[in-house]
């Protein structure tokens, strides 16, 4: 009871609101090796490309009904492994940590992101192997490329 407490005093006095909050998400379990990379972009994770100015975002939905970021990271180089340190965030959501890179073709490889949740106008920030990629999003509409 004494730990409900603080919890219940926090959400009353807006100390804490869980969706603004977001996610903190740790990756995959596995060992990241070096990369030397030439390209790092945000693509579409159904499609199998990159977006676009003007492009339609769908976002994904998380186990409690919430929004959540669903994009791909593609990259392209001279050493890709098989798991690579990935830095993203999608508004107050952040992943940090190893990520599983797939994909068969050598030249294009695909790292798979869902964290959250998010709103329906937001920025994705990515970075892997010194390379970073960025991406906005207004009212689900992609608004920016760098």
């Given at each position: 009871?004494?730990?409900?407490?603080?919890?219940?005093?926090?959400?009353v006095?807006?100390?804490?609101d869980?969706i603004a909050?977001?996610?903190s998400f740790?990756?995959?379990?596995?060992?990241?090796?070096?990369?030397t990379l030439d390209?790092?972009?945000i693509?579409?994770a159904f499609?199998?490309?990159?977006y676009?100015v003007?492009?339609?975002?769908?976002?994904g939905e998380?186990?409690?009904g919430l929004?959540m970021s669903?994009?791909a990271?593609y990259?392209?180089?001279?050493?890709?492994?098989?798991?690579?340190?990935?830095?993203?965030r999608?508004e107050n959501?952040?992943l940090?940590?190893?990520k599983?890179?797939g994909?068969?073709?050598?030249?294009r490889?695909k790292?798979d992101v869902?964290?959250g949740?998010?709103?329906?106008s937001?920025?994705?920030?990515a970075?892997?192997?010194?390379l970073a990629a960025?991406?906005?999003i207004?009212?689900?509409?992609?608004?920016v490329?760098?």
């Open positions: 009871m004494r730990a409900i407490l603080p919890i219940l005093f926090a959400l006095a807006g100390g804490c869980p909050a977001g996610g740790s990756g995959d379990k596995c060992a990241a090796g070096d990369a390209t790092l972009t693509g579409n499609r199998d490309l990159d676009q003007g492009d339609p975002w769908t976002p998380g186990d409690q929004s669903q994009f990271l990259l392209t180089g001279s050493a890709i492994p098989d798991c690579v340190q990935v830095h993203a999608a959501a952040v940090d940590g190893p599983t890179v994909g068969q073709n050598a030249a490889r790292i869902f964290i949740p998010v709103d329906d937001y920025a994705i920030d970075s892997v192997a010194g960025h991406l906005e207004s009212h689900n509409v992609v608004s490329v760098r």
